[in-house]
Structures are given as C-alpha cells and as structure tokens.
C-alpha cells in the first residue's frame, strides 16, 4: 500500500512540476528581450511546445477532439511566459487568449492607430516601471537614443506584410527616425493604400 501511495506521489508531483515557472535565470524586464527570448525559446523548445508560441501548433476549433488538450497545455507555456517576466510587465500580457499572442504584440490586420497606441501603452509602462538609471546628461541622452531605436525596430517589425516597402524606406531614413516620426511615414502611406 505504501508502495502504491509513493508511486501516486511520484507521478502527481511529475505532472505538475510541468506547468511550474519556467526556471530560465533570467525575467523578461523591458530592457532585456533579446537575451530573454533566445534564452525562453531554448527553454520551451526542450519542453517540446515551441509550436505554442511559433504558429506551429494554432488554435483548433473548440469542437476538435484535440481542443482540451491543446487548451491546457497554451495555458501551460503562457503560465511560463508570464512567470518569466518581471511583475511590473504581467498586466500588459496577461490579457492575451494564446502563448502566441504574448510573445508578439503586431498589427495583426488591425489598425495602424491602436498597433502604435498598444506599443505607446506598454512603453509607458516600461519607462515608469524602469526609469532611465544614467545619471551624467551625455548617458541620458545616449540611452534615450538606444531606447527610441530599438522602439522604431519593434513598431516596423510589428507591421503587416503589406506595409513592407514603407519599413524597408523608413529604415533607409537619415538621420534615424524617431518611433513618432516613422508612425507619421507609415501611418502616411497606410492612408494611401486605403
């Protein structure tokens, strides 16, 4: 009987370490994405459920056999997605239906205004959360610059395919343009095309 007891124990505890924080040493907190997504993409690939936030594996129709399973086990890799964020970011994220929606805020079809006023929402997030930390005006400056760069990759890249030829020219822009700036291009050009 104990024997029995033990071996229910054991398999219990197994099933449910699965769906654990992802124990990946480092949280996803705004300033840290590129090292963050390498790192939790090799996590989940050795879990076996990159398809959860790759495309892989959609969504199938709730009336599918394999819907329930498939239910679980999303809630399961964005239960790890959310886990491996600093707390000051979960609200941006927690609202997203799919693993996949988590890690890739985009335009999505949508428009143009809320993709950019969504981007605007979380960076004001970000920035109260994690105020600049240089304190000489020159470093001020400098990560200011880094920051507002790296948030013009992040709105082009979010962009549907149809806008491909206004973030290639934006991209050629000189000097670089602000993330306010490359909007107003591609917010130009979307009117066009309207």
């Not at 600093?86 to 985009?106: C, E, Y």
């Amino acid at each position: 009987m104990t024997q029995v007891l033990n071996q229910n124990q054991t398999q219990t505890h197994t099933t449910n370490s699965d769906s654990s924080a992802a124990q990946i040493g480092i949280k996803l907190d705004g300033s840290n994405y590129p090292l963050w997504s390498q790192i939790f993409e090799m996590y989940i690939s050795g879990k076996d459920k990159l398809g959860y936030i790759n495309g892989d594996l959609p969504q199938p129709l709730s009336t599918d056999p394999g819907f329930r399973k498939w239910r679980t086990e999303n809630a399961i890799v964005k239960g790890w997605l959310i886990n491996s964020m600093d707390t000051s970011l979960i609200g941006n994220f927690i609202r997203f239906p799919t693993a996949k929606m988590v890690t890739k805020v985009n335009q999505a079809g949508g428009s143009i205004e809320k993709y950019y006023n969504d981007l605007q929402h979380l960076w004001r997030e970000i920035d109260f959360r994690r105020p600049n930390p240089m304190v000489c005006p020159v470093d001020i400056q400098k990560y200011n610059s880094i920051i507002q760069e790296d948030r013009v990759y992040v709105f082009l890249d979010g962009l549907d395919d149809r806008l491909d030829k206004i973030r290639s020219d934006v991209l050629q822009l000189q000097p670089f343009p602000t993330v306010e700036q490359a909007y107003a291009h591609v917010r130009r050009e979307d009117i066009r095309q309207a």
